[in-house]
C-alpha cells in the first residue's frame, strides 16, 4: 500500500485548505484511512479518520465542525476540508491506513503512512 498526501501550504487564520490522499496498492475500500499532524516539539495525533467498510467518518473535537473528512471510492482518495483555520492547527498532516473496519487514533494502529504535508497558518 502506498499513501501520498497532497494540498498543504500557507495560508491565513480563517482561511481554507484541502488535503489529499491517493491510496493504491490493494483494495481501498477495506482500509480505514486516518488524518494525523504533527506540530514541532509535539506527539502525532490523529484528528479525523474515515472507515470506508463503515462509510463513516469521524472526527476530534479540536476539528470537529471545522474539518470535514470524505472519501471517493472512484478515485481511492480521501480528502480533508479544512476550514476556519486556527494558527494552532499548523503541523505535518499525514494519512494512514489500516486495514478493517475499527476506525482508531492511535498511530500505532495504522500500517501505512504517508510522507506528509506541510500545512502553516499564519496569524
Known amino acids: 500500500v502506498q499513501l501520498v498526501e497532497s494540498g498543504g501550504g500557507l495560508v491565513q487564520a480563517g482561511g481554507s485548505l484541502r488535503l489529499s490522499c491517493l491510496f493504491s496498492g490493494d483494495t481501498f475500500g477495506n482500509y480505514v484511512i486516518g488524518w494525523f499532524r504533527q506540530a514541532p516539539g509535539k506527539e502525532r495525533e490523529g484528528i479525523s479518520c474515515f472507515s470506508n467498510p463503515e462509510g463513516a467518518p469521524y472526527y476530534r473535537p479540536s476539528v470537529r465542525g471545522r474539518f470535514t473528512i470524505s472519501s471517493d471510492n472512484a478515485r481511492n482518495t480521501v480528502t480533508l476540508q479544512m476550514n476556519r483555520l486556527k494558527p494552532e492547527d499548523s503541523a505535518v498532516y499525514f494519512c494512514?491506513?489500516?486495514?478493517?473496519?475499527?476506525?482508531?487514533?492511535?498511530?500505532?494502529?495504522?500500517?501505512?503512512w504517508g510522507q506528509g504535508t506541510q500545512v502553516t497558518v499564519s496569524s
Open positions: 494512514a491506513a489500516r486495514w478493517g473496519t475499527y476506525h482508531s487514533y492511535a498511530e500505532d494502529e495504522y500500517d501505512y
